[in-house]
């Protein structure tokens, strides 16, 4: 899984967005004439570029990039379809789009990913920490910013529905790790758990090098 990556796939969304600007180009149906006639365009026919993108971001390690297509080792191919994708997305909820529509561009372009939701209830814990670390120097603005991030995230993993996104508040799987248990096994992995959680920002920007356990027979099952 790829880190953060300054929300480039609502960047992307507007190469979709344009495609279907006034109207010109309508899916399923040909368009009526003039410059901008063409056949139809099929409705998810920007889905491989937006996947192939995430792909981008979220290369192979070096090592195994340096071994693709030569004698002996996979295709970039052949290693990315065993393979799971995922990025982290913190800035999603600060694109210039709604809830709804931000939902409804993942279930286009990403029909078969899950997606987990992660936010935290306590804002004035999360305000404090920002003013402490700097990130910002007004406590009211910044509350405000977070409630309407929060509630952003909130109705984003509604409009996806139970079957495709989780919503987990920090405050209460930092406490219970069994919440996190359940998420992976929603994934479709078995024979997996966390012991510990790890702290990635430890002590402000650290590293968290505990093990935090997984078990030895863990794998993804396909659903």
Request: with cysteine.
């Amino acid at each position: 899984m790829s880190g953060e990556n300054d929300n480039e796939l609502f960047i992307a969304s507007h190469l979709e967005s344009n495609l279907h600007k006034d109207n010109k180009f309508v899916d399923d149906k040909r368009n009526s004439g003039g410059a901008f006639h063409h056949n139809a365009i099929p409705s998810q026919a920007m889905a491989c570029p937006m996947q192939q993108l995430l792909s981008t971001i979220d290369p192979p390690p070096h090592e195994t990039l340096m071994q693709l297509n030569r004698p002996g080792h996979p295709s970039f191919e052949e290693y990315e379809s065993s393979s799971i994708i995922g990025a982290k997305m913190i800035r999603i909820q600060s694109g210039a789009w709604g809830e709804v529509e931000a939902a409804a561009y993942f279930q286009k372009n990403f029909p078969c990913s899950r997606f987990l939701v992660n936010y935290r209830s306590d804002e004035d814990g999360q305000a404090k920490s920002a003013l402490k670390l700097g990130w910002s120097s007004d406590y009211q603005k910044y509350v405000g910013a977070l409630k309407r991030q929060n509630k952003f995230l909130r109705n984003f993993a509604e409009a996806l529905g139970n079957e495709t996104a989780q919503l987990v508040d920090m405050e209460d799987w930092t406490k219970d790790i069994s919440i996190l248990n359940s998420v992976v096994s929603w994934l479709g992995f078995q024979g997996c758990s966390f012991k510990s959680i790890l702290h990635e920002n430890h002590d402000g920007f650290g590293r968290d090098d505990s093990d935090p356990g997984f078990g030895a027979r863990c794998r993804y099952a396909h659903k």
